[in-house]
């Protein structure tokens, strides 16, 4: 069954491209029409790239990997960063920080350091600071805290990126591919679709048209998450169950062996007295 249909983008506005004049030929295979110097983008190509993104995203979920959001466009950050903590997915949301997958220790560390501050503001120890450098300390801390905030828990490359802008976001894009990162991307007619792995043909533009592609990928991502817990639980189970066998096999095993030892007594003991009567006849023939 697929994960959206032909009425909901058409409803949200995803079928709506750029001016013709600002095309990107690339795109042409996925532009239906063109009306009053629009492109009109063929949606039931976009339902069926997006089924194929969401599959993927739910198969990278399933796998326990993280999928990093980025939307720094006025009009789909807070879409991108209640849907991506709605899966507890990192994001970014702000600008960009160049280096962040290329260079992605050093980003590690200045997460590290907003942790740093927090532990010494609950220690107690920058009280004993002047009043200007504790307001420095809480600048850097929120500068650090708007930028990096929500790639805190990230702590280690993340298996994919999902853009929402390819052309803002070319640098996010760049980094990616140099890596080898999968990217999952909502491509507009004046976008180049080329080094986008999974490529959703939208507006990226329209908030709406944002919020349902998310919401279809999400969706999927968290189907995922649940798929995992269940499998999860079944092997914790059937580990549970193998265990209990094997104790019961191991009692069993000390009964028979008790068991065993006592048939061995019973029949030794007939033997015993058998050999001893044998010894004495001759003995009590001899004395006669």
């Known amino acids: ?9 058409l409803e949200a506005g995803c079928h709506f491209g750029h001016l013709k004049r600002k095309w990107n030929p690339a795109m042409a295979p996925y532009i239906f029409m ?11 190509k976009t339902v069926a790239k997006v089924d194929e993104a969401a599959e993927a995203m739910k198969q990278i979920a399933k796998s326990g990997k993280k999928i990093l959001f980025v939307a720094t466009k006025k009009q789909a950050k807070q879409i991108v ?13 702000e600008r960009w920080p160049g280096g962040m997958l290329t ?3 050093t980003i590690r560390k200045a997460v590290k350091k907003m942790a740093n501050i927090d532990k010494l503001t609950a220690d107690g120890t920058f009280s004993n600071l002047s009043k200007r450098e504790i307001l420095q300390v809480q600048r850097q801390r929120a500068k650090l805290e708007k930028n990096l905030g929500s790639i805190a828990d990230l702590t280690r490359l993340p298996a994919a990126l999902f853009v929402v802008d390819v052309l803002k976001e070319q640098i996010a894009v760049r980094e990616a591919n140099r890596l080898g990162i999968p990217v999952f991307g909502i491509v507009d007619t004046n ?16 908030s709406k048209s ?9 969706a999927a991502i968290n189907e995922g998450l649940e798929e995992r817990k269940a499998e999860k639980a079944d092997s914790d189970a059937a580990a549970e169950q193998e265990d209990q066998p094997v104790v019961k096999r191991a009692r069993k095993s000390k009964a028979e062996k008790a068991a065993e030892e006592a048939a ?17 006849a001759p003995a009590e023939e001899a004395a006669e």
């Open 191 to 206: 976008s180049n679709p080329d080094n986008i792995d999974f490529m959703i043909p939208a507006n990226d533009d329209a």
């Open 103 to 105: 260079n992605f220790p």
């Open 81 to 93: 960063a209640d849907k991506a903590t709605a899966v507890n997915m990192p994001y970014v949301i």
């Open 1 to 9: 069954m697929s994960r959206t249909n032909f009425d909901t983008l």
């Open 210 to 218: 944002v919020e349902v592609i998310l919401d279809a990928c999400c």
């Open 264 to 280: 061995e007594e019973v029949a030794e003991a007939p033997a015993e007295e058998a050999a001893e009567e044998v010894a004495e």
């Open 34 to 44: 063109e009306r009053n110097g629009i492109h009109i983008i063929d949606l039931h």
